[in-house]
């Protein structure tokens, strides 16, 4: 089994999702008493991210640097545990010799087999209103995706930062996500990806009547599939 690199804290929340469910899918797969390998770097959200949320440059040299100190301690790929931290996955690529696993990569996978070619996209502002998504989404894919519109966007970015990632989960939140979906439904999205690792945290498949794309849960599972390969 090939050890798997994590970068996590962005949010915990998340990321403890990501070990559970790398451990659970493991387990199931090879049975008995087994778990990943993996090791784990965990940063402090406020001190890495909040703080230089205007500085990517200043990001991408400590994702790099951590990305260096895990291919040191013995990892064979890399996870960066985080949908919008993957603005910066391809300055860290540069610095490592380990493969990173794309997030938007295996998402996309998933969105092909299903035959959808329009997508839905939710997640921070960031991830929404940048091109690192979308863009590698529609160059290396094919895949359109629709955004919700300025105000939606707003309510998606604020609840994932106030709520989620302080693992508040509200029924009030999870209406709004419905009614966000549903009018990214109205312009033809044929499926929604949970663009944010938190997200799936408060709504996933079944809550509305269209595909939904659990970033967290597949990236994880293809990061265990790496692994075993």
Same mark, same amino acid.
């Given at each position: 089994?090939?050890?798997?690199?994590?970068?996590?804290?962005?949010?915990?929340?998340?990321?403890?999702?990501?070990?559970?469910?790398?451990?659970?899918?493991?387990?199931?797969?090879?049975?008995?008493?087994?778990?990943?390998?993996?090791?784990?770097?965990?940063?402090?959200?406020?001190?890495?991210?909040?703080?230089?949320?205007?500085?990517?440059?200043?990001?991408?040299?400590?994702?790099?640097?951590?990305?260096?100190?895990?291919?040191?301690?013995?990892?064979?790929?890399?996870? @960066?545990?985080? !949908?919008?931290?993957? &603005?910066? +996955?391809?300055? =860290?690529?540069?610095?490592?010799?380990?493969?990173?696993?794309? *997030?938007?990569?295996?998402?996309?996978?998933?969105?092909?087999?299903?035959?959808?070619?329009?997508?839905?996209?939710?997640?921070?502002?960031?991830?929404?209103?940048?091109?690192?998504?979308?863009?590698?989404?529609?160059?290396?894919?094919?895949?359109?995706?629709?955004?919700?519109?300025?105000?939606?966007?707003?309510?998606?970015?604020?609840?994932?930062?106030?709520?989620?990632?302080?693992?508040?989960?509200?029924?009030?939140?999870?209406?709004?996500?419905?009614? @966000?979906?549903? !009018?990214?439904?109205? &312009?033809? +999205?044929?499926? =929604?990806?949970?663009?944010?690792?938190?997200?799936?945290?408060? *709504?996933?498949?079944?809550?509305?009547?269209?595909?939904?794309?659990?970033?967290?849960?597949?990236?994880?599972?293809?990061?265990?599939?790496?692994?075993?390969?």
């Amino acid at each position: 089994m090939k050890t798997i690199g994590l970068i996590g804290g962005t949010s915990w929340v998340s990321t403890q999702e990501y070990y559970k469910t790398i451990n659970e899918t493991v387990k199931q797969k090879l049975g008995g008493g087994h778990s990943a390998h993996l090791i784990l770097y965990s940063v402090d959200f406020d001190e890495f991210i909040l703080k230089n949320r205007d500085d990517w440059n200043k990001i991408a040299k400590s994702y790099s640097n951590i990305g260096k100190q895990l291919e040191q301690a013995g990892a064979e790929c890399l996870v @960066i545990c985080a !949908n919008t931290l993957h &603005k910066v +996955a391809d300055e =860290v690529q540069k610095n490592i010799k380990i493969p990173i696993i794309h *997030i938007a990569d295996v998402t996309a996978e998933k969105i092909l087999d299903k035959g959808h070619k329009k997508v839905g996209l939710l997640g921070t502002k960031y991830t929404m209103d940048g091109d690192f998504y979308k863009k590698r989404l529609k160059d290396k894919f094919n895949i359109e995706t629709i955004i919700p519109d300025k105000k939606d966007r707003e309510i998606v970015h604020n609840i994932i930062m106030d709520e989620l990632t302080n693992d508040i989960i509200k029924q009030s939140s999870k209406k709004k996500y419905i009614k @966000i979906i549903n !009018n990214l439904v109205s &312009k033809a +999205a044929e499926g =929604v990806i949970l663009g944010c690792t938190e997200i799936p945290l408060l *709504i996933n498949e079944g809550d509305v009547d269209i595909p939904m794309y659990n970033t967290t849960e597949i990236h994880a599972n293809a990061a265990v599939d790496f692994a075993l390969s």
